[in-house]
């Protein structure tokens, strides 16, 4: 009797444990689900701090083309040195670069870039314009 409790037992056995084995194949797609939802969270992340860090350099570009060219213009009022050369000197001292500078009509027209280190976009162009007003 003991033989025939012993065989049941085995055979029920290797049945738990094939039944065991077919529940265990659904097991893990919510695990996928999880990592698949957690690089998706992640790549989200990337892309808005880059995004960000382009949207801060571009208005630090805009400031930066606008002191210059304030310089600039407050160069040309004090009829010091030359305007654009002092423009220069301020996107110098600032990590910029000026592209182009125009002297027209007691105003300072400047096209200024910022480098970035980043791979997509490797440099922000900006335009500023800064003269001076008659108060007549």
């Known amino acids: 009797m003991s033989q025939k409790i012993c065989k049941r037992l085995s055979i029920l056995n290797t049945q738990y444990y094939s039944f065991k084995h077919l529940r265990r194949a659904d097991c893990g797609s919510g695990t996928m689900l999880g990592i698949g939802l957690v690089i998706a969270i992640c790549s989200m992340l990337v892309v808005c701090a880059t995004l960000g860090s382009i949207l801060v350099q571009k208005h630090r570009a805009y400031a930066l083309a606008n002191a210059s060219a304030i310089s ?47 791979p997509m976009v490797n440099k922000i162009n900006v335009m500023a314009r800064a003269g001076l007003i008659d108060c007549d």
Do not use: F, W
């Not at 182009?100 to 200024?112: A, G, T």
């Open 72 to 118: 600039g213009a407050v160069a040309m009022r004090n009829m010091q040195d030359d305007a654009c050369q002092v423009a220069e000197r301020t996107a110098k001292a600032n990590n910029g670069k000026i592209e182009s500078c125009v002297e027209k009509d007691d105003d300072v027209l400047i096209s200024l870039s910022v480098p970035l280190r980043l």
